[in-house]
């Protein structure tokens, strides 16, 4: 009953994600080139073959640059609400348009892919349309919300149901505020159809933290508005006055914009 995640790219520039077992597996998101995608498996021993369906969360250009080619070339089914579908067809960043590998997926509709029970569920961004997912194997209940303008009660019932989650902490309040992003950019950034703060991570993770949280990963970090060490520091220093250790109660992972994380291995 094995369980793998794998981040190969989070952050502006793409992002994926992968989560599977010795049998089959999914990706979540496709905004990098399918070379990069296939190599960085064939690197984790990670058969590509295998990967049994695409996850998309919405329509940005470095969530479905390779949607397509994955699709229609090698035949893997793409899972995405109808509104982020037709949000991938305008799209002049996919080159191949979806057909026999669309799949049209209903917000808190539990689907099936093979034996991952999946569920979507609204998350508030300036896309299209925008989704994060919750899936089940076993015991194992993975979370994953980025590119999140605020948490929503929504959110925070599918992030409350996981032992493992992977929430986006785009940016330093701080940073961000005396950055070299023009007013309209810092605007969108830090609205409530934006990304989420390490500030607004940190509270709310130290404020519904329980103890079946195991680990977390900190997802989709800006290159000019934050970095890596101050993500961590800012959810650790916030657990800790709630009395929460992170090393001992909970994991706390910060993961690369342009380069794969460690694979990361469960029962």
């Known amino acids: 009953m094995k369980l793998s995640f794998l981040s190969l790219a989070s952050g502006s520039s793409g992002n994926c994600y992968y989560l599977g077992t010795p049998e089959f597996g999914v990706l979540i998101d496709a905004g990098i080139g399918i070379r990069t995608i296939k190599k960085v498996l064939k690197d984790k021993s990670i058969d590509f073959t295998r990967l049994a369906g695409i996850l998309i969360t ?11 080619c994955l699709g229609e070339k090698y035949n893997i089914p793409v899972y995405a609400t109808e509104m982020v579908h037709k949000g991938i067809e305008k799209s002049r960043y996919v080159e191949e348009m979806l057909y026999q590998s ?43 919300a980025t590119d999140v303008g605020h ?23 701080e940073m961000l505020k005396f950055g070299s992003y023009p007013a309209f950019l810092k605007e969108r950034v830090s609205s409530p159809t934006g990304h989420l703060s390490n500030r607004e991570a940190a509270e709310f993770l130290a404020t519904h933290y329980t103890p079946e949280l195991k680990d977390v990963w900190l ?27 992170v090393g001992k109660d909970v994991d706390i992972h910060v993961l690369k914009r342009t380069t794969p994380s460690d694979l990361f291995e469960f029962e």
């Open 58 to 68: 919405h329509d940005h250009a470095d969530h479905i640059k390779t949607v397509g």
């Open 151 to 173: 948490i929503t009660d929504t959110i925070a019932t599918y992030i409350c149901k996981a032992n493992r989650l992977i929430i986006e902490a785009n940016y330093d309040e």
């Open 102 to 144: 669309k799949r049209v997926i209903e917000k808190e509709i539990p689907f099936l892919i093979r034996d991952f029970k999946i569920t979507a569920f609204e998350v508030p961004h300036d896309s299209t349309d925008n989704v994060g997912y919750h899936i089940e194997y076993a015991k194992q209940r993975f979370t994953i």
């Open 219 to 245: 997802c989709h970090l800006s290159r000019d508005n934050n970095h890596p060490e101050l993500a961590y520091k800012t959810i650790d220093i916030r657990l800790f006055q709630e009395g929460v250790r």
